[in-house]
């Protein structure tokens, strides 16, 4: 298929793409805030997630996501949900988002080295058990522990500045790419 544009994927051109690409039932609420509070800190950024196998599940995590998000007085337009995708496909859509943010309690695995395959720069807070200690084992094997977070404040300042600074970004993607093997 070759190279895709974010339009392919019915993303905008001109904002900040943040990927949330963990199954929706593993997004725990207290990452709700730390999402929010980057959409409120970057004024020209959206969320990406993808849809759930089971329709009830995107459409309760979107109740959930979208009452909160107009409680703290932010558009729910905000937030794009793609459909389950081929794998190629899948892996396009990190390399054309600007930030993984690996989520709380349960850190990405597969998400996690696909997006490191794809180049797309992470950002985790490690959680207190295995399960939300993987993607920080593998930033820190890749030598990106600038991208580990020690709270959830830290996590947003991270995300954020990370995301503005192309040049930030191109080195963490190309590390990423250079230390996979």
């Known amino acids: 298929r070759g190279e895709r544009s974010r339009k392919d994927f019915d993303l905008p051109d001109a904002r900040t793409l ?31 997630f993808f849809q759930a196998y089971e329709p009830e599940i995107t459409q ?3 109740q959930r996501i979208e009452s909160r998000l107009r409680a703290a007085g932010i558009a729910p337009e905000r937030l794009h949900f793609l459909p389950r995708l081929i794998h190629d496909d899948y892996r396009q859509v990190n390399r054309l988002c600007d930030v993984m943010l690996d989520t709380l309690h349960w850190s990405g695995g597969n998400t996690s080295l696909d997006a490191i395959a794809a180049g797309l720069p992470i950002v985790t807070l490690p959680g207190r058990f295995m399960r939300g200690r993987q993607s920080q084992s593998m930033l820190r094997l890749l030598g990106l522990d600038q991208y580990i977070a020690t709270d959830t404040d830290e996590y947003v300042r991270i995300a954020v500045e990370l995301a503005n600074d192309a040049r930030a970004r191109q ?8 230390n996979a093997g």
Do not use: C, G, T
């Open 18 to 48: 943040y990927l949330n690409p963990q199954s929706l039932h593993k997004i725990h609420p207290d990452h709700d805030k730390p999402m929010f509070d980057i959409l409120d800190r970057d004024r020209k950024s959206d969320l990406v």
């Open 60 to 62: 309760r995590f979107k």
């Open 171 to 178: 080195r963490a993607s190309q590390q990423m790419l250079d």
